[in-house]
């Protein structure tokens, strides 16, 4: 029975190298081949125009843009993240399955109806727009109303991570700490935040990378007022359309090498995170 039953779950040879072909096929055609074409495109005229489309003004701006914004949003969402992830896993209490729906509501919730629900509420027709102009507070089309989309679009990446492996772990370390006189901060310092640490690192590095290329949100909120308002992927976007090819895929390629340490940084964090719970690796 043992020898029917493995003929019945094992591939053949030929299945398996099949099934990886077709992976490795789509990987080259859909990952590997536009990656490499974005940084061909970006060389194609030499290393001199690419690092002069870089370091001009609107290109600078726009990578300054975008690091202040993932300065801003990425410290936000940290604090969020721990403080939701906490409240869900370690009380009970009437609402949490509302509070942990509300979490994911950017999962389902398109990033250009972020954005216009901003413009909605602070635009110059907004329900609190009157106010704001009278008060000469700039919140839609200046860097207060990006870094509310980028926060939007990124929230959940932190708390979703946290949440999980803090249910995980439970409550019974903190309730010792307590029990033996420790205060609530530093039982988070001491004992919680030594326990979460690859998982938090790893949200993290996932909300940086969002909120530095997040697109549909940024674009409706920005104005698209060049040198200003317009981070990489939006200067990206001008440059496109303007033509000015290789200028367009040298930015782009700034993002490009951005997703592939992301990508890198992510092996490492799951492999230290896999190491730290199992103590293998594996």
């Known amino acids: ?64 843009l975008t690091l202040i914004v993932a300065a801003i949003s990425v410290p936000l969402n940290i604090v969020f993240g ?11 209490f009437p609402g949490k399955g509302i509070l942990i729906t509300l979490i994911d509501l950017p999962f389902s919730v398109s990033p250009v109806v972020a954005g216009l629900i901003y ?31 980028s926060v939007f679009v990124t929230f959940p ?3 979703r991570e946290l949440i999980p492996l803090m249910a995980e772990q439970g409550r019974d370390d903190e309730e010792a700490a ?15 935040l030594p326990n979460i640490r690859w998982g938090l690192l790893y949200g993290v590095l ?9 697109f549909g949100a940024v674009s409706v909120v920005s104005g698209h007022i060049r040198g200003e308002t317009n981070t990489m992927p939006l200067h990206v976007e001008i440059l496109y359309n303007e033509y000015n090819f290789v200028a367009a895929f040298a930015v782009a390629s700034l993002l490009a090498m951005l997703a592939l340490v992301t990508l890198v940084l992510k092996s490492i964090l799951e492999w230290r995170f896999d190491y730290h719970r199992t103590g293998t690796g594996h």
Do not use: Y
């Not at 909605?120 to 989309?149: K, R, T, Y």
């Open 1 to 64: 029975m043992a020898k029917h039953a493995r003929r019945a779950t094992a591939e053949s040879p030929i299945a398996r190298i099949a099934l990886i072909g077709v992976a490795l096929v789509f990987l080259f055609l859909f990952l590997l081949l536009p990656l490499l074409a974005v940084f061909a495109e970006a060389l194609r005229n030499g290393l001199q125009p690419f690092l002069e489309a870089i370091v001009e003004p609107d290109a600078w701006s726009a990578i300054r």
């Open 82 to 92: 721990i403080a939701a992830a906490w409240a869900i896993t370690k009380f009970d």
């Open 119 to 149: 413009v909605l509420m602070f635009g110059a027709s907004g329900w609190f727009g009157p106010w704001l102009q009278e008060h000469d507070i700039e919140i839609v089309f200046a860097v207060p109303g990006i870094v509310l989309a």
């Open 157 to 159: 990446f932190v708390a």
């Open 178 to 192: 307590l029990s033996l006189g420790a205060s609530g901060w530093q039982t988070f310092w001491h004992v919680t």
């Open 206 to 214: 996932l909300c940086n990378a969002r909120a530095m290329g997040e």
